[in-house]
């Protein structure tokens, strides 16, 4: 009705008042419609972002990937923290969580393997067996077995999708000690 040429006095009493019956609405609130129509029609429409910028370099991306690598039952907090040292920029750990993300890593179980373990002298062990030429009953094993600290080791790390996180450690150490002799029925 405006672009046709009505004043806003013209205007206001052909629309219905809420509060009032039988009266049209203010002709201020007819000139605050308005003006918000041309307001809104000369203002750029709002952008918004499109999404989070990546605040990190790539050369930070590449240090981190390689700590990762090297250290990968490390905390976020503990990577903030090597990445501060290293590179004097201080990271958030959601912002570390994210890049490992879009990079393909993800915190999985760790596998263990013990550093002390030596495939040769396992195989050369049972070859010296198999040369006693006795029965398996006459044999008694004596199994070692330990206590140790390592209830405390972290059981998880980071690793890329679709493959093992494995962890050489160190069994043995600060141990208590115990053996029990068995009998091959036992095994």
């Not at 002709?27 to 999404?51: C, E, F, H």
């Amino acid at each position: 009705m405006y672009k046709k040429g009505y004043s806003a006095g013209e205007i206001a009493p052909l629309i219905p008042s809420p509060r009032k019956k039988d009266a049209g609405v203010c002709v201020a609130t007819v000139n605050g419609v308005i003006a918000k129509y041309y307001d809104d029609m000369l203002q750029a429409p709002i952008r918004r972002s499109p999404g989070r910028k990546d605040e990190m370099s790539e050369e930070h991306t590449r240090l981190l990937i390689e700590i990762v690598t090297q250290e990968p039952d490390l905390y976020l907090d503990e990577y903030v923290d090597l990445l501060e040292h290293k590179c004097s920029i201080q990271y958030d750990t959601q912002q570390i969580y994210r890049k490992l993300r879009k990079q393909g890593w993800s915190l999985k179980v760790m596998t263990h393997k013990a550093q002390q373990r030596n495939e040769r002298e396992r195989h050369r062990y049972w070859l010296e067996v198999a040369d006693l030429n006795v029965r398996m009953d006459q044999l008694c094993f004596f199994d070692e077995t330990g206590q140790d600290e390592r209830g405390s080791r972290r059981r998880r790390g980071w690793g890329m999708k679709n493959s093992r996180v494995k962890m050489n450690s160190c069994i043995g150490g600060n141990m208590s000690r115990y053996s029990r002799c068995m009998e091959p029925q036992g095994l």
